[in-house]
């Protein structure tokens, strides 16, 4: 894959405070408290003091060290599930004693906790943590699996312009369709009645590299349809960044 020029649309230095500014405040300060339900599930939430988990000194003994923090390392103690309202409407978090709060939190968990975990890309991600998105496949993307064809050109733009023909998963794609694959992706897109019918429910996108749809690892992860109910975990290296 050719390295992209193109900055990522977040900084190195806005990830090392993303975690230890946001794990579980971004989502209990700013929506719990609003609705009133953080007692409810603070003592289910809070990770475990496991060997996982690092720890320093303070004035008040000792505490995580956020710094070091990830996802991967926010583990439940006990099972249980909460619902609580939002601007998306009621969402239901259901957890399992051992999980990790990537498990069964969503991108749209901390949307308003001004954290920017939405403006992140898998290309800042896999600077950060040297992950080969070669390696990985069209599927290991979560949010990918529900866009349209429409949605997609809208969070990647240069798509548009680009023959249907010389990107692998849209050819399939429209020739399931029973469409002419010679043709501009955005024209398709524009002229076409897709826009009920995602990707994922007609090709199967465990076939394709996760980078042959050119451009998929520039876009911050609230330009794709419906980003707000991606798991953590379906991000790849989301679970596992921290400060670095």
């Given amino acids: 894959m050719k390295s992209s020029k ?6 190195f230095d806005t990830i090392r405070y993303l975690i230890l500014f946001g794990l579980l405040g971004g989502l209990f300060i700013h929506s719990f408290c609003k609705y009133g339900i953080m007692n409810q599930v603070i003592g289910f939430i809070l990770p475990k003091a496991s060997a996982q988990v690092p720890f320093v000194s303070s004035n008040n003994g000792l505490i995580p060290d956020w710094s070091k923090m990830k996802f991967q390392d926010m583990i439940v103690s006990e099972s249980g599930n909460v619902t609580y309202p939002t601007d998306r409407g009621n969402q239901t978090r259901t957890w399992q004693a051992g999980q990790s709060i990537g498990d069964f939190m969503e991108l749209g968990d901390f949307e308003d906790a001004n954290l920017n975990i939405e403006k992140l890309t898998l290309l800042t991600i896999s600077q950060a943590l040297a992950i080969d998105l070669d390696s990985l496949k069209l599927d290991d993307f979560g ?7 429409s949605d997609l050109v809208k969070a990647i733009p240069d798509l548009a312009n680009q023959s249907a023909s010389s990107v692998a998963p849209i050819a399939d794609f429209f020739r399931q369709m029973g469409i002419s694959t010679n043709q501009r992706i955005g024209n398709v897109a524009n002229y076409y009645n897709l826009d009920n019918i995602t990707l994922g429910n007609e090709i199967d996108l465990s076939k394709y590299k996760l980078t042959s749809i050119p451009g998929i690892e520039n876009s911050s992860f609230d330009e794709f349809a419906n980003w707000q109910d991606t798991l953590i975990s379906d991000i790849p290296g989301l679970k596992d960044l921290q400060h670095i």
């Avoid at 193109?6 to 900084?11: F, G």
């Avoid at 949010?143 to 064809?149: A, E, F, R």
């Fill in 143 to 149: 949010i990918i699996k529900t866009q349209t064809l």
């Fill in 6 to 11: 193109r900055s990522p649309k977040i900084s």
